[in-house]
């Protein structure tokens, strides 16, 4: 009799030993694709020409597989000088239209953060590298490895000469690392076209909240973003002849942001936990469940002590409270030296996770309101500017849904435990979109370990995570036609 947990047998246990025997190949694809500086942040041309040629290679890895692949043209981004830099089409792609299979489709991005080995990488962030078992280079964990290893579990049906158990529908960016631009409005434009076909999605832009258990994301948090301008004038003045007779910019948006959040990183906005969910018994029961590590955990983070001394506190601090961060200061001299300036114009930078049932605009109207309040009290003779700009919901998954049975069935399969129940303190805008605009169910299905360093130097993915990753997602695919 079937059991999920018995092993793989079958048909199961041929793509296996497949993906086991051509690993080495898969890696080498992978470091194929870290070659090319695909970095969406810095808007430079020549950065967006390397864009261009990592679209052509995923295109071609498409199409070798027998997908249909459009190119969807994403027009160009504008810059605030008033230039214009192209932003890479966006590849649509569909393998098999059964209408007796499901259609699965996967969300990924191949853009990567901006990388250079003097910021402290040990090895060339674009050559992968190995050691110990771990793929070092820029992109191997966000988002280049996962999306290959959907590739390579696919591929594997197709070398084998195997049917495969679901259509698979494709959706790559090249934008994500600068805010997924064209993506809503080509989401939108497509809802009664590519997606109308689509019954699941699935992502796998995030991590493990551990180093060896696998994990299943239910929920990420939101952001609203914030910049508080304060300016006296356009230019800068020398504190020698203007120091002591003004309202200086920098003190009053020093304590503009010194009003935010207090040392036990409580945010100080009246009423700003107001519409924040109760926690329930049966949620706290969840985080009990989670396999972390937190001497571990604050060791390999380098910091000496965290807020809350509890697994349970930490991640509900993480993931389902909102919490305030500042990020920084354009205009306020921040370089090495000791420069007499008094800056003339300001602005601070801070932004809100966000939490179930908190509600954007209430958000940006207390945040307003406080500020005012406190500006007011100082009586500056400064003009103070508050912009929200950015505002994204948090998301929270169905995971009744078939789509997450499924995958606990396949994590059962590979790595023979069940998965860590997780949420994701950052947010994937993208996962929110797809819920509301084709409303069919997302699901957060992560392959890297916790340590993997997205967005940091010696950023990694384990060879294991990518190998078991590619096992994971082809027999997650055969688990999606059981239940269909
Ligand atoms: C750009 N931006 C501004 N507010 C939120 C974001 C998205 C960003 N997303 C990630 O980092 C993905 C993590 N896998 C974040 O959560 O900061
Ligand atoms: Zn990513
Ligand atoms: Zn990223």
């Given at each position: 009799m079937f059991s999920p947990s018995s092993p793989p047998t079958g048909l199961l246990e041929k793509v296996f030993q497949y993906i086991d025997l051509h690993?080495?190949?898969?890696?080498?694809?992978?470091?194929?694709?870290?070659?090319?500086?695909?970095?969406?942040?810095?808007?430079?041309?020549h950065l967006r020409r390397e864009l261009l040629r990592m679209t052509g290679l995923a295109a071609d890895r498409l199409r070798n597989l027998g997908a249909h692949v459009d190119l969807v043209d994403a027009g160009f981004q504008?810059?605030?000088?008033?230039?214009?830099?192209?932003?890479?089409?966006?590849?649509?792609?569909?393998?098999?239209?059964?209408?007796?299979?499901?259609?699965?489709?996967?969300?990924?991005?191949?853009?990567?953060?901006?990388?250079?080995?003097?910021?402290?990488?040990?090895?060339?962030?674009?050559?992968?590298?190995?050691?110990?078992?771990?793929?070092y280079g820029r992109g191997t964990t966000d988002n280049?490895?996962?999306?290959?290893?959907?590739?390579?579990?696919?591929?594997?049906?197709?070398?084998?000469?195997?049917?495969?158990?679901?259509?698979?529908?494709?959706?790559?960016?090249?934008?994500?690392?600068?805010?997924?631009?064209?993506?809503?409005?080509?989401?939108?434009?497509?809802?009664?076209?590519?997606?109308?076909?689509?019954?699941?999605?699935?992502?796998?832009?995030?991590?493990?909240?551990?180093?060896?258990?696998?994990?299943?994301?239910?929920?990420?948090?939101?952001?609203?973003?914030?910049?508080?301008?304060?300016?006296?004038?356009?230019?800068?003045?020398?504190?020698g002849t203007f120091g002591g007779i003004l309202n200086e910019p920098m003190a009053d948006l020093v304590a503009l942001l010194g009003s935010l959040v207090d040392s036990s990183g409580r945010?100080?906005?009246?009423?700003?936990?107001?519409?924040?969910?109760?926690?329930?018994?049966?949620?706290?029961r969840t985080y009990e469940a989670i396999d972390l590590d937190l001497e571990e955990y604050r060791n390999s983070s380098q910091v000496k002590k965290f807020l809350f001394d509890t697994k349970e506190e930490l991640l509900m601090h993480l993931w389902r409270y909102p919490s305030l961060s500042i990020h920084g200061i354009e205009g306020a001299f921040h370089e090495p030296g000791a420069k007499t300036v008094i800056p003339g114009r300001v602005i601070g930078k801070f932004s809100i996770r966000l939490v179930p049932h908190m509600n954007i605009s209430v958000v940006e109207k207390q945040v307003k309101q406080?500020?005012?309040?406190?500006?007011s009290k100082r009586?500056?003779?400064?003009?103070?500017?508050?912009?929200?700009?950015?505002?994204?919901?948090?998301?929270?998954?169905?995971?009744?849904?078939?789509?997450y049975l499924a995958a606990k069935r396949a994590i059962k399969t590979?790595?023979?435990?069940?998965?860590?129940?997780?949420?994701?303190?950052?947010?994937?805008?993208i996962a929110k979109i797809f819920q509301d605009t084709i409303q069919k169910s997302v699901m957060m299905l992560p392959l890297g370990a916790v340590d993997d360093g997205e967005h940091s130097q010696k950023e990694k993915i384990n060879r294991w995570n990518y190998i078991e990753g590619s096992k994971l997602f082809a027999a997650f695919f055969l688990e999606m036609a059981k239940l269909h």
């Open positions: 690993q080495d190949e898969f890696v080498q694809t992978l470091k194929e694709w870290v070659a090319v500086e695909s970095d969406s942040v810095q808007p430079v041309l504008q810059l605030p000088d008033g230039q214009s830099l192209p932003i890479p089409p966006i590849i649509l792609a569909e393998l098999g239209n059964d209408p007796k299979k499901p259609t699965v489709c996967f969300y990924g991005h191949l853009d990567v953060q901006p990388a250079r080995q003097e910021d402290g990488w040990v090895t060339d962030p674009h050559t992968l590298t190995e050691v110990d078992g771990k793929l280049k490895g996962p999306v290959l290893a959907w590739i390579n579990a696919v591929s594997t049906f197709r070398a084998l000469d195997e049917d495969l158990p679901v259509n698979v529908k494709f959706v790559i960016e090249g934008m994500e690392e600068a805010g997924s631009l064209a993506l809503e409005e080509l989401v939108q434009k497509e809802k009664a076209g590519f997606f109308s076909s689509v019954d699941y999605i699935v992502i796998s832009d995030n991590l493990w909240i551990s180093r060896r258990t696998p994990a299943l994301t239910c929920g990420t948090r939101g952001n609203s973003y914030f910049m508080v301008e304060v300016k006296c004038r356009d230019q800068d003045f020398h504190s945010i100080l906005i009246p009423g700003i936990y107001d519409h924040v969910a109760p926690v329930t018994e049966e949620e706290k406080h500020l005012d309040y406190i500006f009586n500056s003779s400064n003009q103070m500017t508050v912009s929200m700009t950015l505002g994204l919901h948090p998301w929270v998954a169905n995971i009744r849904d078939n789509q590979v790595f023979g435990t069940e998965p860590d129940m997780i949420r994701d303190g950052s947010t994937i805008p």
